[in-house]
């Protein structure tokens, strides 16, 4: 079964900062990966994903992150943050040919100061 | 994209209760979700269905927890004999099976239980 891991649970930074999360995974065959978002009071929104393809996937706000297979990495970036990006941020994969259900980090808390 | 709908968004029971919980999904979507969400942790996954057929349940879940999806369209999840450990976010979601085989899902809101 697959896992992933999300190291960083807490980051603080300051508007105009730099942003890298880090997510790893453990799933040795094809994978589709996900980030999502979590702003407050709000439901869980897709930020992009990861089918196949050009390694390195833009998402909506700015965001993007690069998969790397041989690090079973999927990192998500963003090289100046906002106030308003705010949220919690989760990473999933989904283990292709598989069932059909994705496996979710325990998520990161980004505050962003103004 | 009328969105996953929850509800209620709230409740709050005595343990020992029962609740149910229903999720309305996105019309066209075909898969539904039951994930269930604690402080500080992401989604856990409770269940699936295509269409009306459960087709994999978490060993998470205990036999006082059922999910039922009848005409393939809204499900519904209850929990019976309510204990103080399943204070949680409830989380559905929904994906649609066509668009690529994997297509992202999409969340509601949640239900949020507190046992007393």
């Known amino acids: 079964a697959q896992s992933v891991s999300q190291h960083n649970h807490h980051v603080i930074l300051s508007e105009a900062a730099s942003l890298e999360l880090g997510c790893n995974y453990s799933?040795?065959?094809?994978?589709?990966l996900f980030w999502y978002v979590q702003y407050p009071g709000q439901h869980l929104q897709l930020l992009l994903k990861?089918?196949?393809?050009?390694?390195l996937v833009k998402g909506i706000k700015g965001f993007e992150a690069e998969f790397i297979k041989s690090k079973f990495s999927f990192n998500l970036r963003k090289p100046s943050v906002q106030w308003s990006d705010t949220a919690e941020y989760f990473c999933?994969?989904?283990?292709?040919?598989?069932?059909?259900?994705?496996?979710f980090g325990r998520g990161t808390s980004l505050i962003v100061h103004p | 994209d009328t969105g996953v709908s929850q509800d209620p968004r709230h409740k709050i029971t005595k343990r020992g209760q029962n609740v149910t919980f229903r999720c309305d999904p996105i019309?066209?979507?075909?898969?539904l979700y039951w994930y269930r969400q604690t402080l500080g942790q992401g989604p856990e996954f409770l269940t699936y269905?295509?269409?009306?057929?459960?087709?994999?349940k978490s060993r998470l879940l205990s036999d006082r927890f059922s999910a039922e999806r009848p005409k393939g369209s809204f499900s519904t999840l209850e929990i019976q004999r309510t204990e103080q450990g399943d204070s949680a976010m409830y989380l559905c979601?929904?994906?649609?099976?066509?668009?690529?085989?994997?297509?992202?899902?999409?969340f509601g809101n949640g239900t949020r239980l507190t046992v007393t």
């Open positions: 979601a929904s994906s649609e099976m066509g668009q690529g085989r994997n297509s992202p899902l999409h």
């Open positions: 799933y040795g065959g094809t994978v589709n």
């Open positions: 990861y089918f196949s393809g050009d390694p």
């Open positions: 999933a994969v989904l283990a292709s040919g598989g069932s059909y259900i994705p496996t």
């Open positions: 019309s066209e979507h075909n898969r």
């Open positions: 269905f295509q269409n009306e057929a459960q087709l994999e």
